[in-house]
């Protein structure tokens, strides 16, 4: 009898092992794309209608970066500098929060440098009210070139030389992230450099998750809440204050974004807005949550009409019912198609970011 126990014993130790083995693997993150960056567009003294006013009312001179790739990127920990090959004038790039360090696919981000407080004391590097800051200046008095590095400090992209750039005249790329260096006819930070007007956009529903066990949202309260991805297709940002969320197609102007707070409404261009479906009520938290076992989610411009709408279940429905930690999502952000990205594969749910 003792030693039929001892087998069994062993046997189950063995399975139990093998089984342990076999459990999937979370996915390891994807590499950043940081040759993907560019250095787009720089100023040395910006004057008329300055991007940024510094706290001694004076424009702070900004160096604009652009992803001229097909992902979106995390730039925080990159380096910059305009003394290339000295590293002990480069400036690491801060970590943020709310992703204002990611550049979406085709999207641009401006970097603020050597702006001052009222005191006239330079603001150190950091991230303040969403703005990227840079404790470095630019200046045309000199030969002088800008370089990024990835967080290793490897080279990425170096730009053109703009000794004696005239002030209020901007440098950048003829063709954005490919082209040559020249003086422009228009400063465009955060647009493209052709000088036009940047093409406008629409919201679309890019992404969304109804039973959510393991994914942490941004701006949620760590209690794992449904969501829903807005996506901006143009290369301007739009204040989706006032617009309307809803898990009914029938009732349009279920849930009313804010409309007093821009900063936490608007979506940046190719850029991304999650509302959180938890219940709550309140700022991008909506009055519902999404059901997991299907149903219908839209959004509204005026809370009348529907502006885009989906049913989603597991057969017959608009979209597929993506399942517990799975999401449906549009199949590369904006596009027609979609697809559900499952936990665990190469293709995981992203909400807030661009679509793997």
Known sequence: ?????????ITALFLSSCVKDEQPQP?????????????????????????????????????????????AVNIAGMWVTDNPGTEADYVQIPEGSDNVTIIPPKGFIVLICGASDSGGTDIPTSITDGK?????????????????????????????????????????????????WATLAAKTPGAPNDGSAPAEGTLVINEFMASNNSWNVPGDNGDYPDWMEIYNTGETAIDMGGWYVTDALDDPGKYQLPTDNPDLTTVPPHGFLVIICDGTGEGLHASFKLSGGGEE??????????????????????????????????????NASWVVYKMGSSREPSPGQANN
């Open 1 to 9: 009898m003792k030693k039929y126990l001892f087998i069994t014993v």
């Open 27 to 71: 996915a390891p993150p994807a590499p950043e794309n940081y040759s993907d960056i560019t250095i787009n567009e720089l100023i040395t003294k910006d004057l008329t209608n300055p991007y940024y006013v510094d706290g001694m009312g004076e424009g702070a001179d900004w160096i604009e970066l652009y992803n001229k790739g097909n992902k």
């Open 132 to 180: 990227i800051f840079l404790d470095m200046g630019l200046s045309a008095s000199k030969d002088n070139k800008v370089a990024i590095y990835t967080p290793d400090k490897t080279e990425v992209d170096i730009s053109g030389d703009f000794n004696g750039l005239e002030d209020d005249k901007s440098f950048g790329r003829t063709v954005d992230g490919t082209g040559d």
């Open 297 to 334: 989610i839209g959004i509204s411009k005026d809370g009348i009409t529907i502006t885009e709408g989906y049913s989603f279940c597991d057969t017959g429905c608009d979209l597929m019912n993506p399942g517990t930690d799975n999401s449906t999502g549009r199949d590369g952000d904006g």
